[in-house]
């Protein structure tokens, strides 16, 4: 089983920039695909960013498409969100979360690990 601890939220002005990171501990953190989900107060989690356990296909919401990149570095086991051109609305709590040889997938019931997330508050 992989763990694993975000970091890097925080406040930003709209229009600005954060780099999430999320550490993993496990042997076999190379064979989860990996994702990062958000959730706002009063609204249910919601999918973001993915990344295969190949590394080789990235999927995102249409809500972050262009804004936000997801990369993975599996000699370091962390994954990365890049997130651009902040807006209010990206206001939530990011969670990071990993699915044993995941193929994409953006509900967040087929993952098997979670951190324990990463406030990110957007002014306006």
């Known amino acids: 089983q992989v763990q694993l601890a975000e970091s890097g939220g925080g406040l930003v002005q709209a229009g600005g920039s954060l780099r999430l990171s999320c550490a993993a501990s496990?042997?076999?953190?190379?064979?989860?695909?990996t994702g990062w989900f958000r959730q706002a107060p009063g609204k249910e989690r919601e999918f973001v960013a993915v990344?295969?356990?190949?590394?080789?296909?990235?999927y995102y919401a249409d809500s972050v498409k262009g804004r936000f990149t997801i990369s993975r570095d599996n000699a370091k086991k962390a994954i990365y969100l890049q997130m651009n051109s902040l807006e209010p609305e990206d206001t939530a709590v990011y969670y990071c979360?990993?699915?044993?040889?995941?193929?994409?997938?953006?509900?967040?019931?087929?993952?098997?690990?979670w951190g324990q997330g990463t406030q990110v508050t957007v002014s306006s």
């Open positions: 990344i295969t356990w190949t590394g080789g296909d990235t």
């Open positions: 979360a990993a699915e044993w040889q995941g193929l994409g997938s953006q509900k967040s019931y087929t993952y098997d690990a």
């Open positions: 496990g042997r076999t953190f190379s064979r989860y695909a």
